[in-house]
């Protein structure tokens, strides 16, 4: 589109914006009228800082890349592939855990922190003292251990 034409949108738009806010003012009082004024010169404002024609190149690129994404062979022979990239490593995931294997670089830091490694119960250690000898053996009666 050309400025004249631009010119005209903004015009109208601001000319519908104003007996909006005529009516606005009149029926519902002045809180209005300002807040319709407000909106009354968007229109104007963007057509003097070309944010109406920036907006007009956003969308015409917008919709040139969803009909090239639509319409390209290539694009979804690309989705497909991402989605089999994505089902196979959450497969392998999915087996990994069931298996109970963890990577080699995770069993190294688990024993490097002091964990355990998976399956390996911790050993009980033997009562120092008497007294947790007793306190103990009432644990274990209680079944708590």
Do not use: C, H, N
């Not at 000319?15 to 909006?20: E, K, L, Q, S, T």
């Not at 024609?53 to 969308?59: A, E, N, Y």
């Amino acid at each position: 589109m050309d400025d004249v034409t631009w010119a005209v949108l903004t015009l109208s738009l601001t000319a519908v914006g104003g007996i909006y806010t005529w009516f606005a003012y009149q029926r519902r009082g002045l809180a209005a009228g300002l807040k319709g004024a407000g909106i009354t010169v968007l229109p104007l404002a963007a057509y003097l800082t070309k944010t109406l024609q920036m907006f007009t190149r956003i969308g015409d690129a917008v919709a040139d890349w969803a009909t090239g994404l639509v319409f390209s062979p290539a694009v979804w022979l690309g989705v497909i592939l991402t989605g089999m990239g994505v089902l196979l490593f959450g497969a392998g995931r999915w087996l990994e855990a069931r298996r109970g294997d963890t990577p080699k670089a995770a069993k190294g830091a688990a024993k490097k922190s002091g964990e355990l490694p998976a399956g390996r119960a911790p050993r009980s250690e033997p009562a120092v003292d008497d007294d947790l000898a007793d306190i103990e053996a009432i644990l274990k009666k209680r079944g708590i251990t």
